[in-house]
T-cell receptor, first 113, second 111 residues
Framework: KAGVTQTPRYLIKTRGQQVTLSCSPI?????VSWYQQTPGQGLQFLFEYFSETQRNKGNFPGRFSGRQFSNSRSEMNVSTLELGDSALYLCASRPAFDSYEQYFGPGTRLTVT | SQQGEEDPQALSIQEGENATMNCSYKTSINNLQWYRQNSGRGLVHLIL?????REKHSGRLRVTLDTSKKSSSLLITASRAADTASYFC???????????FGQGTRLTINP
């Protein structure tokens, strides 16, 4: 099976802009989670989607949003970008909501200037 | 905020030696997982230990869990250069069903 794919892999944006990142889970996986990784804060949970519904949400402002489509692909959007949003954004999928092991994609490196 | 703390933050050893990393967490958990990350890439799942287990092995990996101390350790035996990576523990807090990661240990294996 193909692994989790994320597009784009690298992105440079300017403060105030918005950005959309995409994640395709492993075929058959219905749960998709998003994480932000920065040197200062480490890996932080953003949100999780299962069957097109947001099931869990982390402590991030409303500028961070996401959605999941019927084919389990997911997108996350960040509006009004700030310098502090520069990070590696990781997507992970798992087969079911009660599966524990997560399969991570390679990440999208977002740089905000 | 991070659930766990890992120590050491960085570890440098010679190839062939054993590497031990520790993780502490704060709340009751369903299970604890260890992941590896190579150089800013995605994470790879290594091993999962459930809250009712005390020790688990997988190849050169040995994980222990002490729920009374809210701590876990990961031992990598006979280290190889390819083991150079950052290692993270992640807990699935009871009722939360989301992974909370520690800050990670950066392991360097010197040839």
């Amino acid at each position: 099976k193909a692994g989790v794919t994320q597009t784009p892999r690298y992105l440079i944006k300017t403060r105030g802009q918005q950005v959309t990142l995409s994640c395709s889970p492993i075929s058959g996986h219905r749960s998709v989670s998003w994480y932000q990784q920065t040197p200062g804060q480490g890996l932080q949970f953003l949100f999780e989607y299962f069957s097109e519904t947001q099931r869990n949400k982390g402590n991030f402002p409303g500028r961070f949003s996401g959605r999941q489509f019927s084919n389990s692909r997911s997108e996350m959007n960040v509006s009004t970008l700030e310098l502090g949003d520069s990070a590696l954004y990781l997507c992970a999928s798992r087969p079911a909501f009660d599966s524990y092991e997560q399969y991570f994609g390679p990440g999208t490196r977002l740089t905000v200037t | 905020s991070q659930q766990g703390e890992e120590d050491p933050q960085a570890l440098s050893i010679q190839e062939g030696e054993n590497a031990t990393m520790n993780c502490s967490y704060k709340t009751s958990i369903n299970n604890l997982q260890w992941y590896r990350q190579n150089s800013g890439r995605g994470l790879v799942h290594l091993i999962l230990i459930r809250s009712n287990e005390r020790e688990k092995h997988s190849g050169r990996l040995r994980v222990t869990l002490d729920t009374s101390k809210k701590s876990s350790s990961l031992l990598i035996t006979a280290s190889r250069a390819a083991d150079t990576a950052s290692y993270f523990c992640a807990t699935d807090a009871q009722g939360a069903q989301k992974l909370v990661f520690g800050q990670g240990t950066r392991l360097t294996i010197n040839p």
